[in-house]
């Protein structure tokens, strides 16, 4: 039985998944070619695909000789998962408090405060 999906990537693991995303499926040697620097070992990948799947993230079928792994988690879906973590472990369970969090910590420009308020009025209808 496959492990329920880990909310949070590696980097190791992200750096193939953002593979998988863009291509929709590939082979480990496919992941392996596309990989920029610094390079991984085609064990290396093929064991991280490994774990991808055991926690849920992508899914493999054969194809001749070789196993071509696709995602079963989109980009959105995965951060989604990330910031649910991250709200519920270290947030209380407090969106908002994340969200106040981010503004106070970073500075926005002019354009990114209109969005924002736009969101804000949008969600206090």
């Keep these: 039985m ?3 999906k880990s ?8 750096r193939l998944m953002e593979i998988l995303w863009s291509r929709g499926s590939a082979t480990v040697g496919d992941v392996v070619e596309a990989l920029g620097p610094p390079p ?14 055991t926690k849920g993230y992508v899914s493999h ?15 959105d879906e995965a951060r989604s998962s990330v910031v649910d973590y991250v709200v519920s472990r270290f947030f209380n369970n407090s969106p908002q408090a994340l969200m106040l969090k981010l503004l106070d910590t ?11 308020r736009a969101l804000l009025r949008r ?3």
């Design 7 to 14: 909310p949070t990537l590696t980097e190791a693991e992200l």
């Design 40 to 53: 991984l070992a085609y064990n290396t990948v093929l064991t991280t695909l490994r774990i991808l799947e």
């Design 61 to 75: 079928r054969a194809l001749g000789r070789a196993f071509l792994y696709t995602p079963k988690v989109g980009r």
């Design 2 to 4: 496959a492990r329920k």
């Design 106 to 116: 970073g500075e926005i420009d002019d354009a990114e405060a209109e969005r924002i």
């Design 123 to 125: 969600a206090a209808k």
